[in-house]
């Protein structure tokens, strides 16, 4: 990840995403395999000095579109999102996640 750039590299293909969409992505990646809030995202959003509001279930529904990660992010009803790490992996590097 290019964070002024909004840069990732995925299998080693270069992709550029919105600032928001990076921001959401970025904060979940802080906090991989644990199940985050909207608020919470929400909240990281207005600290970084962006406004993410009800959109950030948008930017999720994008982030799962443009990355090809509808099986990564995933949707914890009534609680929130949560990035599972160990597919995360597999779709950012090609290979499985050695113990």
Partial sequence: MEEKQHLLI?????????PYEFE???YMLEHIGAVVSREEIN???????RDGGRNVDTHIKNLR?????HDVILSVRSVGYRIDEEKFYRKVTGKDILF
């Fill in 24 to 26: 959401v992505l970025f």
């Fill in 10 to 18: 995925q299998k080693g293909k270069e992709l550029r995403i919105g």
């Fill in 43 to 49: 909240g990281a959003l207005l600290l970084r000095k």
């Fill in 65 to 69: 579109r443009r990355l090809d990660m």
